[in-house]
């Protein structure tokens, strides 16, 4: 009897518990908002980064749906300097909830025009301006055809420039560093050009295959002594290999063709030939991940990144099915990007740090 009264007790205390916990959920929420929200904001990754060369992945994906892959979309910190490559859809949250305050953003550099690559770019360019109250806009480097893409998001977002200076004043968002600057390079006779060189810095654009889109591009990062590859979005490319000759980290973007053969089979059952075509038709400007191991494996890369994964992977056990045979090509360190991935090379040595922000 003694022990069913404290079993009644227990339950009751438990009961009286869970009922004051609905009572005041709300401040308690409210408690845990303030906070959370205090630290957000007070937090800036840049800030707290040792000296180096830092990758962040803000966007693995590619215009397939993938709920761990938003649109094309990656960070490079050179020491103190933070910039962009690429800006598609869930760029600019990605870009926070990596840890960044978007307004210490130093420019945005451009691979290609394909819409999965700038869709993001309008509400990316709107954070920067507004975050820190910066009075200049941000540059946009691109090939040919930058200009054309930087004053059509300043026309279609110039009612939006206004409403905000009108509503909080041009001390809290100058009206001067709304949108961006077109900074517009095109790769020499050799197929490259420096498109920034600054001390340690140095930031090289290549022409890259992305037939029949024209002019498509990809990047090399080199500071202090560490070095990263962009490809952008290609096929297999003599120019990737070269500019990889033993770079620490190849970020490459991979295509399955088994995997696109089974969305082909899909639309086909479907009745939708357009559809089916469509996924036919992209095998032939992209990198399957054993083509990107060759390239790898071939300039004695140090560490595989795929990227601009196609299609998107949403199943448990795809991500295997996607690597096919790559990893028997290339014997080095591989891995299928995913969103939050953050790379971290230290100056002076050869260590190549691997971490999830998010």
């Known amino acids: 009897m003694k022990l069913r009264r404290i079993a009644l007790t227990v339950l009751l205390l438990v009961l009286l518990g869970a009922a004051a916990a609905y009572v005041f959920r709300g401040p ?5 908002a303030k906070r959370v929200v205090g630290g957000r904001l007070a937090a800036d990754l840049l800030g707290t980064l040792p000296d180096g060369l830092h990758v962040g992945v803000c966007g693995a994906g590619s215009p397939f749906p993938d709920d761990r892959r938003s649109g094309p979309c990656t960070t490079v910190v050179a020491g103190k300097r933070l910039f962009v490559f690429d800006a598609g859809s869930g760029s600019a949250r990605n870009i926070g909830k990596l840890g960044f305050v978007h307004g210490r953003i130093e420019a945005i550099f451009l691979t290609h025009f394909h819409s999965d690559h700038i869709d993001g770019l309008g509400e990316l360019l709107l954070q920067r301006w507004v975050s820190t109250a910066n009075a200049v806009p941000v540059p946009v480097f691109g090939p040919p055809g930058v200009y054309q893409v930087v004053t059509g998001l300043r026309l279609a977002y110039a009612q939006d420039q206004h409403y905000r200076v009108a509503h909080h004043n041009d001390a809290t968002v100058p009206a001067s560093g709304f949108g961006a600057m077109a900074q517009a390079f095109t790769p020499g006779p050799d197929g490259r050009v420096v498109v920034l060189k600054d001390g340690d810095l140095e930031i090289v654009a290549f022409n890259v295959d992305h037939a029949p889109i024209h002019p498509a591009v990809g990047y090399r990062i080199s500071y202090k002594g560490r070095s990263v590859v962009l490809s952008g979005d290609t096929k297999k490319s003599p120019a990737v290999q070269r500019e990889a000759q033993g770079v620490d980290l190849l970020v490459h973007e991979a295509l399955s063709e088994p995997l696109m053969a089974v969305l082909e089979g899909g639309a086909a059952q479907a009745g939708r030939p357009k559809l089916k075509k469509i996924f036919n038709d992209v095998l ?53 990007a995913a969103d939050g991935d953050f790379f971290s090379l230290p100056p002076g040595s050869t260590e190549l740090h691997v971490q999830r922000r998010f």
Do not use: C, W
Not at 291 to 320: C, S, T, W
């Open 28 to 32: 308690l929420s409210m408690a845990v």
């Open 284 to 336: 032939n400007y992209h990198t399957t991940p054993e083509q990107a191991a060759e390239i790898a494996r071939d300039a004695k890369v140090r560490y595989l990144l795929l990227n601009h994964i196609v299609p998107g992977l949403p199943f448990p056990g795809m991500e295997q099915a996607f690597i096919g045979a790559a990893a028997a090509i290339y014997g080095g360190p591989l891995r299928i």
